[in-house]
């Protein structure tokens, strides 16, 4: 059942894909094992990000079993996701889907992680959860950055707290646009790696990553444009990063960036 539940609804990505004209370019496919576990460590720049991540790896032959929003799980498509075995993230409770990834790893299985729990309204990578990296330290599996850029032109962020939760954008103007997917090399995580040193390599990691898909021509705005899409320290109309930190309303655990624009504390929950 799990299985033709993810190809039915690997059939629909394909199919909104291709309604909306839309290109998932991906390279680096290569680097995720053939078998056995593995982390992804994937930057998390808009809502459909999991439906591209999963597009660009098809050609692995591999199912990928993301930790996305719990309260997906209580809309029409949590059947679907419990089918798939894709992981609920309660962020009052995270220590639920550490312990689920985990099992799923130790049965070979890949995970694929969005450490900034959430996507920055500055579209530069934000604080990060160290659960990816405790993951690939407690298992063994190795780790594998993943970059993702282009996405944000049709569901982003909103930009000021207590604002409209965003709508996708999903007429003519979304319509010929290319996604970018990169993956890197794995990286081995021995037990006796320190959490917090790793997680900011991993930062610094997928930011320089971001930067480049960022920088391509295909992704710039054009000259003049109105682009609340592109980072505002590149030329665009983000959020400036300093201000996204009070939407990014990170918690405790997470690992304060020592990478990218505007380094300052950010804002965390209490």
Known sequence: MGELTYRAT????????????L??????????????????????????????????????????????????????????????????????APAHAYLV?????????VVCVFPEAGISAAYAVRALMPGAVALARETGAPLVPVTTWGGQRLWGQRREVGGPFPRPTLDRAA??????????EPWAVPPDADLVATTRR??????????????????????????PWYPAH????????????????MPRSAITPTWGPGLRTPTRLE
């Not at 990834?101 to 299985?109: H, Y």
């Not at 319509?175 to 890197?184: C, E, F, N, S, Y």
């Not at 930067?211 to 444009?225: I, N, S």
Request: aromatic letters at 4%.
């Open 175 to 184: 319509r010929g646009r290319t996604v970018d997917v990169r993956i890197d």
């Open 23 to 92: 290109r998932v370019r991906s390279a680096g496919a290569e680097h995720l094992p053939a078998t056995g576990p593995a982390v992804l460590a994937c930057n998390h720049v808009s809502f459909p990000d999991f439906v591209v991540v999963g597009q660009a790896l098809l050609g692995t032959g591999r199912r990928v079993r993301f930790l996305c929003r719990a309260d997906i799980w209580h809309s029409p498509a949590g059947p679907a996701m419990r089918a798939m075995r894709h992981v609920p993230v309660d962020r009052a």
């Open 234 to 249: 590149l030329g665009g109309h983000g959020v400036d990063r300093a201000a996204s930190y009070v939407l990014d309303a």
């Open 202 to 227: 991993l930062g610094a990691h997928l930011q320089d990553r971001l930067e480049t898909l960022q920088r391509l021509p295909e992704h710039r705005p054009r000259p003049g444009e109105w682009a």
């Open 10 to 21: 690997v059939a629909a990505g394909k199919a909104v894909l291709r309604a909306l004209d």
């Open 101 to 109: 990834a985990r099992a799923l790893l130790r049965e070979g299985e």
